[in-house]
């Protein structure tokens, strides 16, 4: 058993990760989803996975999350493979996942797993009264609106306290605005709290805002092409000249300009990395 | 105030208009055996008199309550089961699909020669005539369940029977209550035609008798109303419990 020293380190080890999909009904063309993966996640940190729309990052998700078994290669979790779903990784789904014949209390409460009455209580009201949804215990989902469900689904994973977070593109359902608040509220949440944070997106300024790092996939079969650090204080602005910067990179990695329009080069590997930026 | 008085002025309406309309119809016609819409009403004030209206009323009633109950016991566990493993599914499925479409009216020499001229018989018909809608609802409603249902209990670390309490099941409640409801209606369809056949009590037997002896057409008209409106009944029964929080997620759209 000679693992890799870093494995111990990290809350999340990617080896050598690849996946390969079966086609249905044409089993001599599967698709190449994943290929080569490396990553490792350190304990309390907040990394965004960023890539075309297709490109495995939710799959890459899935498998960390152990919903899905790769192909090759492994994911560690605190050193040991992930096999299947634990309730120290909670998943947050971009579908919202909140029981809807549950009320809201019910929901947060779930997989709270603490002795006594009294500490789930207090515990399931800590987290609704942290993603401001105080006066809404006893609500059913269906009367709330999308960005309150998915509140309630991130008070859910919170309260089983878990030691990480998984968010498949928990706000790609939503509108702009609603978007843009929990996405400050997220991150207020994580500065409390300190979880470590894996989290699937496309887009790149969503990333910027958020991340500690920025991992850039390319398209399928999909790389790592690049981990951008953001080391820009939080609440961070957008318009903040250094996140535009990283912005444009991440972009630019992806080989796409800031309009989104595909620049030169395309996205297969050609174009020159800056030296900070390679892998 | 302008909906309410339109959704219960409007049908009174047609209730008049139909009930007058076949009052005249017989007038007209001078039909001798044919009843006026008062001899019905006369037929059940006769039947309440002789105390047989109750009677066969907690008859019929009877018979459906314990084959559809029944047929909820059974139906229920069977169709979630068959739902969540699929090889169930493919192991019991055609069957399942070659005797729903059998109607239960096709039962009845079986159950007379299996069961003889008692309260069982119709009980087994109804039992049959309901058990095909639930299951086949419950086994539709399991494979319909959203698979991040599953998967989020899955990931709060909920296995195997507390699974299926706690998620498969109230997942599948909406679509269930829509088989029960459904399977309600037609048991009360077979219960009618059950007892014009098997045994000598309920509202089936009302109408089958009231013809026999001495073509009494208002007592078999007074049947028919009491089942329409007992069919109403039941049916509105059922529906009060669509408005309960734990199934009306999946309803209401």
Redo the contacts between chains.
């Keep these: 058993m000679a693992a890799p020293q870093d494995d111990t380190r990290s809350k999340i080890a990617v080896r050598s990760l690849w996946m390969t999909f079966q086609r249905k009904g044409d089993p001599a063309q599967p698709i190449h989803v994943l290929e080569d993966i490396h990553l490792d996640v350190r304990d309390g940190e907040f990394v965004c996975l960023v890539g075309p729309s297709g490109c495995g990052k939710s799959t890459l998700l899935n498998i960390a999350g152990g919903f899905l078994k790769a192909t090759q290669g492994e994911i560690l979790a605190d050193g040991r493979p992930v096999l299947e779903p634990d309730p120290k990784r909670i998943f947050i789904f971009q579908e919202n996942a909140v029981f809807p014949w549950l009320t809201v209390e019910e929901n947060v409460g779930f997989g709270v797993k603490r002795e006594t009455e009294a500490d789930r209580k207090a515990l399931v009201s800590h987290y609704i009264e942290m993603v401001g949804l105080t006066g809404f215990a006893k609500t059913h989902p269906r009367e709330l609106s999308g960005g309150m469900r998915q509140r309630v689904e991130i008070a859910r994973a919170l309260a089983a306290e878990p030691d990480v977070l998984f968010m498949d593109e928990p706000f790609g359902a939503l509108d702009y605005l609603t978007r843009l608040r929990l996405r400050h509220e997220l991150i207020q949440i994580w500065q409390r709290e300190k979880r470590t944070v894996l989290f699937v997106t496309h887009d790149v300024e969503e990333a910027v805002q958020l991340a500690d790092r920025v991992v850039v996939m390319g398209r399928r079969p999909s790389r790592i092409r690049a981990i951008v650090p953001v080391d820009v204080p939080r609440p961070r602005d957008l318009d903040d000249p250094t996140c535009r910067m990283l912005r444009d990179e991440i972009f630019g990695v992806m080989g796409l300009d800031h309009q989104g329009q595909r620049v030169s080069g395309d996205s297969t590997g050609s174009i020159q990395l800056p030296p900070h930026l390679r892998k | 105030m302008k909906d309410r008085l339109q959704s219960i002025g409007l049908p009174l309406l047609v209730a008049i208009v139909f009930v007058t309309g076949w009052h005249f119809a017989v007038k007209v016609t001078g039909s001798d055996i044919f009843p006026t819409p008062l001899m019905v009403v006369a037929g059940l004030v006769e039947l309440a008199q002789k105390g047989v209206l109750v009677k066969y009323i907690v008859a019929s009633l009877f018979r459906v309550t314990a084959g559809f109950l029944l047929a909820v016991f059974v139906g229920i566990p069977f169709g979630l089961l068959l739902g969540w493993f699929t090889p169930l599914t493919r192991a019991f499925n055609p069957a399942i699909q070659v005797l729903r479409p059998i109607s239960p009216i096709a039962w009845i020499p079986v159950a007379i020669l299996w069961f003889g001229v008692s309260d069982v018989a119709p009980i087994f018909l109804i039992f049959l005539a309901s058990l095909f809608p639930i299951t086949t609802a419950a086994m539709a409603a399991v494979q319909n369940i ?1 698979l ?2 599953i ?2 209990a ?4 909920i296995t195997g029977l507390d699974l299926f309490r ?2 498969v099941f ?2 599948a ?1 909406p679509q269930i209550l829509t088989g029960l409801r459904l399977a309600l209606g037609v048991a009360w369809l077979v219960v009618v035609a059950a007892e014009m056949i098997a045994v000598n009590s309920g509202l089936g037997y009302l109408i089958i008798d009231a013809r026999n002896a001495g073509k009494r057409y208002d007592l078999v008209v007074a049947g028919m109303v009491l089942i329409g409106l007992i069919g109403l009944g039941l049916d509105l029964l059922i529906r009060q419990m669509e408005k309960l ?6 309803l ?1 759209r």
């Design positions: 959203q991040v249902y998967r989020a899955r990931n709060f670390g706690k998620v109230p997942a409640l929080d734990e199934v009306r997620w999946g209401s």
